[in-house]
């Protein structure tokens, strides 16, 4: 098997588990993305790769889950019959039904297993309380909504860190949200560093500046952090996360992230549930990081359509023709998954030369 091996004890223990809790509940997933690697099931487990520092080269490692034989857990999903894909392509008229109702979540079961997870975190970090970047979006709301449920008013710190041409009703709706959850909050205006970066820097264009923002802002959440002994709370949902609509080390990054397993649309449901205030449930989605910029402007289509096809093709491993019979069209199917190829470096630890002097 080469660098393959059975995990059974010892460094691979966490990963053995991990195995285990993926194969119980994504029993539907054949291609899996994980924080440290990438997972793939097969027909006596999962094959988990994942870069270890100082390692020579990615490590992979088949965890055997003994009970899914006994079970009869089926790991793969099966090959539609012929039949099945006659219905299906004869029915593609929209965007699938089933693809909308894969998106439907639970709110009150998925809320309690949020929370449970944030202060499971925390305390295993030996820390109380988090740090969230306040935006006034409601990726950065619920997030902070959430939060406030798991670790009550003192176990929350908010930051708001406009720049000097943010959208002023962006201050506005992150300022209210922080008097409504009832937590504290400091603003850092983040022109004076921006601009000092770039008054040697003419050329730079204004992805460049964005970036440098999102970065500088986490700069900001993470020194907080410090000071209060705190983590930072992410604040990036499984949409972003997978097409790469995020700047590197910067809203990317974070201690740990309540909702990067949820889509943008499963966002807007939970953050209904926990009462977000419509004004910023409703508004439309900006990362603010220049005049006028929109996500679904720039992404070229809505993030509705976005999550239903994103659904199908990496959650449900559905191929171009079967996509194509669900209503989704070639140019789309390709953006996207163009987007998510190119933009895989940003979700997973970077790799590790594999040059080592042991013998």
């Known amino acids: 098997m080469g660098r393959e091996r059975w995990a059974e004890a010892?460094?691979?223990?966490?990963l053995a588990i991990l195995a285990e809790r993926l194969c119980a509940i994504l029993p539907h997933y054949s291609d899996l993305w994980i924080p440290n690697g990438r997972g793939r099931k097969g027909k006596h487990g999962l094959l988990l790769e994942y870069a270890r520092p100082h390692a020579a080269g990615p490590e992979k490692i088949m965890v055997k889950r003994a009970t899914a034989a006994r079970r009869g857990a089926r790991l793969r999903p099966k090959r539609a019959s012929r039949s099945r894909k006659k219905r299906v392509r004869k029915r593609?008229?929209?965007h699938s039904r089933s693809a909308s109702a894969g998106l439907d979540i639970k709110p009150e079961t998925v809320c309690s297993r949020i929370e449970r997870f944030i202060q499971k975190e925390t305390r295993a970090a030996g820390r109380s309380r988090v740090v969230v970047g306040l935006s006034g979006?409601?990726?950065?709301a619920l997030s902070a909504a959430l939060a406030r449920?798991?670790?009550g008013r003192a176990g929350v710190i908010a930051i708001l860190m406009p720049?000097?041409?943010?959208?002023?009703d962006s201050l506005r709706d992150a300022e209210e949200l922080a008097k409504y959850l009832d937590i504290r909050y400091e603003t850092v205006d983040?022109?004076?560093?921006?601009d000092a970066f770039f008054d040697n820097r003419p050329e730079a264009d204004r992805l460049r500046r964005g970036n440098k923002m999102?970065?500088?802002?986490?700069?900001?959440?993470?020194d907080c952090a410090a000071a209060r002994d705190a983590l930072v709370l992410g604040t990036s949902n499984r949409t972003e996360t997978l097409l790469g609509y995020?700047?590197?080390?910067?809203?990317t990054a974070c201690s740990l992230n309540p909702i990067g397993c949820l889509y943008k649309t499963q966002v807007r449901l939970l953050a209904l549930h926990v009462a977000v205030p419509e004004r910023i449930r409703t508004k439309i989605p900006t990362a603010d990081l220049w005049p006028d910029q929109t996500d679904e402007a720039e992404l070229g289509y809505t993030y509705e359509e976005i999550d239903r096809l994103l659904l199908l093709m990496v959650d449900r491993g559905l191929k171009l023709r079967e996509l194509q019979a669900h209503g989704f069209d070639r140019e789309m199917v390709r953006s996207v998954q163009d987007r998510i190829q190119r933009n895989e470096f940003k979700r997973r630890m970077p790799y590790v030369a594999p040059i080592t002097t042991r013998h």
């Open 92 to 94: 593609g008229t929209s």
């Open 137 to 140: 979006g409601i990726d950065s």
């Open 163 to 168: 720049y000097r041409n943010s959208r002023k």
């Open 149 to 151: 449920r798991a670790l």
């Open 246 to 251: 995020g700047t590197h080390f910067g809203d």
């Open 190 to 194: 983040i022109s004076p560093m921006v």
């Open 10 to 14: 010892g460094t691979v223990q966490t």
């Open 214 to 222: 999102a970065r500088e802002r986490m700069s900001i959440l993470f």
